[in-house]
């Protein structure tokens, strides 16, 4: 299988390469009043063919004046004309350049947007209700056009000199160091910094307001971290820099190579419409992933900030020393962030056990992938609305569970072996996913480009079939690919992929490990006498799913205490996805469950219970439903009741948050009037000021609440969110917002939704969850489709098709009928295949519900 070849309608929106940059002096001056801003760039060229006009990437920008300036002083003016349809700016010449180094002059002016694009307005209210704007930018992908004309494609590398003119008692970063700070005539400074390492437009940053930063740590090599932050906020950085510092020092060691920057700035931006992005020097967040008090926080939210720390250093080699030639190849930098972010996270602290926590992250990965509608890793990438559409989980998630696969396959130390190799050869350079190949296959000696090829090049993933023959002496594995839908009328799928198993199988007391290369259709493993049972996928490290005969299933679950975590966790996920692909029906999944439930002590593993329970839960018929949380209360309340409501002192995060699980699965699906209860309970004592209460039974118990929650809890959650002390604490009550029962407080949220109450960066994800609410989601479909003009107006581009993900919950045949409908006529042209992707779930869903609503309500009467 070879790597698909780019679209002759690549050249439409691929600038020439007759005039090549390298180096912008950069200054610009915005407005935070007016959210306007003027600018000037000098850019050093290379004329490499005798050209009349130059072409480079604009949009949104009004360019005044422009000339090319010769190294004799010869200047030629300019006259601009633009392409709003390629996002192009033409710069006519009066004479021909001829081919030698020049210099483009060119000053300019646009708009501080409200998109979150670009260069953009942000906004926060300090605690004296002082309403604060900053200027701030996100370029990644194609938004570096928007703040300045350039070269915008990530193989014009080039160095960057940028000087911010503003206004006295602001903040002002950029991705260097700063070299200068002089008062300037009308009453402003004048900051420069100094001139970046050569990398691409994209990860270029500015950021100017209000903000306080914190005094600078320093890593083992001398690299100083700071934290910028809306005042008032400083109390919550100690953490993050803590992460950022041990992840630096990681990565530096990790790859042999230090970092390449002067300096690295974490910025907390009230406005984001990304998690966080992996400027050079002066990464961006969102709050809620920079600012924590670890006193307060849970262990997933602790988590989730060390995790997106540690994945944007990451991209200080992976994505921006090292940068892939076109966006066909983001995954090069997004899935290697990934897998880099576990590595670095497990070490940080090993007591989260992040491999078994990524099992939750790689489900989500299969369950798009099992769609008709999923795309491969890497695929042909045209137009600027292409390369948004690659941010999506198949980019990110399975991008990196493939690569722990072929890392698990190989050896950590053989796999880390080549990417030291790649990272030296091509550092400041560009690539293609070959280079990265040949590098880890030279250093392996092993067919790394054809196994990878396979994963890379072609949707889907297989499922690996296992049989026990002659009583267990012979293993057969069998490959086919796995789908949750079959095309109607479609060919049988002949795909296949060279599958890296990893086996261990039991005999007696004694355990045993066996790789074998799956490339065929089926293989089979000879034992030198039989084995007592069989586990694939040792480890949960390989992208596919596993189909047990019904014997070889019933013995893992007889001899599960010799599974770890996530080979139990498995389990259930597999099985999950047979009853969505009607190979298994929902009665033997809960079946499975309460086996397993018996004395299940591992959080993971009770989260994947919890998911497909909850799944079940928004299908069961409303005449079943007694019976139905009756049974899910027999199944998850023995452990909670083992467990106890207060922690030990010897419980870890991880056991915590067990405890926090069972809480919420008890109290929402299982309906447990006396967990509800001692859930408010809890929420009253933590709305009262005690301290000492656990924050992951807290935050369980706001989602508990939720659920139950009458018109005068649902206006205490709303102040709430808007008061609490910490982004966390904010976030959870606006999510839990979605989660009330009641029509009048759903429609409440709703509008909130198109509001200031609730920021644009949010409001989609708000949107989403309230889809997925049993009672009100249709309601909340039916206000997105008459709000929808409005909706994408107000709400950032690339939020929209995550918005949309809450059609999945659409799944009654008469509501999958109108949002089908809805969206034949309102196409996602930034997101076409996730969009594609979602419908499709949504069409399982409907299936799921047709078949097994009747199945469960039948099975909980017995």
């Not at 009756?630 to 023995?638: E, F, L, N, S, T």
């Not at 929402?668 to 001692?678: F, I, K, L, N, P």
């Not at 034949?824 to 996730?834: D, L, R, S, V, Y």
Request: hydrophobic share 45%; charged share 25%; glycine share 6%.
């Amino acid at each position: 299988m070879t790597a698909p070849t780019d679209s002759t309608d690549t050249a439409r929106y691929r600038l020439p390469r007759s005039v090549v940059p390298s180096h912008y002096d950069l200054v610009l001056e915005p407005d935070l009043d007016a959210a306007t801003f003027i600018g000037s760039v000098r850019v050093d060229v290379e004329v490499v063919e005798p050209v009349d006009e130059i072409v480079l990437n604009a949009l949104d920008l009004e360019i005044g004046t422009a000339s090319l300036v010769g190294p004799n002083g010869t200047t030629l003016v300019g006259t601009v004309t633009y392409d709003p349809d390629t996002e192009r700016a033409l710069i006519g010449l009066d004479d021909a350049a001829a081919p030698g180094q020049w210099r483009l002059e060119l000053t300019f002016a646009g708009e501080l947007n409200d998109k979150l694009v670009g260069f953009y307005k942000s906004t926060y209210t300090d605690d004296d209700g002082t309403t604060h704007t900053i200027a701030t930018s996100q370029m990644e992908s194609t938004h570096a056009r928007r703040a300045f004309p350039c070269w915008d494609e990530p193989d014009f590398k080039a160095t960057f000199g940028v000087t911010l003119v503003v206004a006295e008692g602001l903040t002002a970063l950029s991705n260097a160091a700063e070299i200068g700070d002089e008062a300037t005539d009308g009453g402003r400074r004048r900051v420069r910094f100094a001139t970046t390492m050569k990398m691409s437009t994209y990860l270029v940053a500015f950021v100017v307001g209000p903000l306080d930063v914190t005094d600078a740590v320093m890593t083992k090599s001398g690299v100083p971290i700071r934290v910028a932050h809306p005042r008032g906020k400083g109390h919550l950085t100690q953490y993050a820099l803590d992460a950022a510092v041990f992840s630096l020092d990681f990565f530096s060691e990790w790859f042999d190579l230090p970092y390449a920057g002067d300096k690295l700035d974490l910025v907390a931006v009230p406005d984001f419409a990304f998690g966080a992005m992996e400027n050079v020097g002066c990464v961006t967040f969102r709050e809620v992933l920079l600012l924590i008090d670890p006193a307060t926080a849970t262990q997933p939210e602790l988590e989730r900030l060390v995790d997106v720390v540690a994945h944007e250093l990451a991209h200080m080699w992976f994505g921006n020393l090292v940068t892939m030639g076109w966006w066909e190849g983001i995954w090069l930098n997004e899935a290697f962030a990934t897998f880099m972010e576990m590595l670095a996270t497990d070490a940080y602290k090993p007591e989260w056990q992040r491999w078994v926590s990524f099992g939750l992250s790689r489900t989500a990965a299969f369950d798009v992938d099992a769609l008709a509608a999923t795309r491969p890793i890497e695929f042909p990438v045209i137009s600027p609305e292409d390369a948004e559409g690659m941010f999506d989980l198949l980019t990110y998630e399975k991008g990196a569970a493939v690569l722990r696969m072929l890392e698990q396959f190989l050896g950590p130390d053989v796999f880390r072996d080549g990417l030291r190799t790649y990272m030296q050869t091509h550092q400041y350079g560009n690539t293609r996913t070959a280079d990265l190949w040949d590098a880890i296959e030279s250093a392996s000696g092993e067919p790394v480009r054809r196994v990878m090829d396979t994963w890379i090049y072609q949707g889907g993933f297989p499922v690996v079939g296992l049989s026990l023959e002659r009583d267990g002496a012979t293993i057969r594995l069998t490959q086919q690919r796995f789908m949750v839908l079959d095309p109607a009328g479609a060919e049988p799928d002949t795909s296949q992929w060279a599958v890296p198993v990893t086996l261990r199988f039991g005999r007696g007391d004694d355990t045993f490990d066996e790789r074998v290369l799956l490339d065929a259709d089926t293989v089979t493993v000879d034992l030198d006498a039989p084995a007592d049972w069989v586990v694939v996928n040792v480890d949960g490290s390989g992208f596919y799913r596993v189909r047990y005969s019904a014997e070889a299933r019933d013995l893992l679950v007889e001899h599960r205490h010799e599974l770890s975590a996530i080979e139990r966790y498995g389990l259930v996920d597999d099985a999950w996805a047979l009853v969505l692909a009607d190979e298994l029906d929902a009665p033997a999944f809960v079946a499975l469950c309460e086996a397993l439930a018996a004395d299940e002590d591992d959080v993971s593993v009770w989260q994947r219970i919890a998911g497909g329970l909850g799944s079940l839960d928004r299908i069961v018929a409303d005449s079943a439903r007694s019976a139905w949380a009756a049974r899910v209360r027999h199944i998850a309340g023995p452990a909670l009741e083992l467990l106890g409501w207060e922690a030990a002192a010897t419980d870890d995060e991880r056991r915590r948050q067990l405890r926090a699980t069972l809480v919420g699965l008890l109290g929402t699906v299982g309906a447990d009037d006396a967990v509800v209860a001692r859930a408010r309970a809890v929420h009253d004592r933590h709305l009262a000021g005690e301290s000492g209460l656990d924050p992951a039974v807290v935050a369980a118990a706001v989602d508990v609440v939720a659920a139950h929650g009458s018109a005068d809890d649902f206006y205490v959650f709303v102040a709430r969110m808007t008061d609490a002390p910490t982004p966390q604490e904010s976030m959870r009550y606006m999510y839990a917002l979605a989660d009330f029962p009641g029509e009048a407080e759903h429609q409440r949220l709703l509008e909130m939704s198109l509001t200031e109450a609730i920021r644009t960066q949010n409001a989609a994800f708000v949107l989403r969850r309230a889809m997925f609410n049993r009672a009100n989601g249709p309601a909340a479909w039916s206000f997105l489709r008459s709000r929808w003009d409005e909706v994408t107006e107000r709400l950032p581009s690339m939020s929209l098709v995550r918005m949309a993900e809450g059609i999945r919950a659409m799944s009654t045949p008469e509501l999958a009928a109108d949002v089908e409908a809805f969206f034949a006529e309102h196409p996602m042209p930034q997101a076409t295949k996730t969009l594609a992707q979602h419908l499709e779930a949504m069409r399982v869903n409907v299936g799921l519900r047709e078949r097994e609503a009747h199945r469960i309500a039948a099975a909980v009467a017995d």
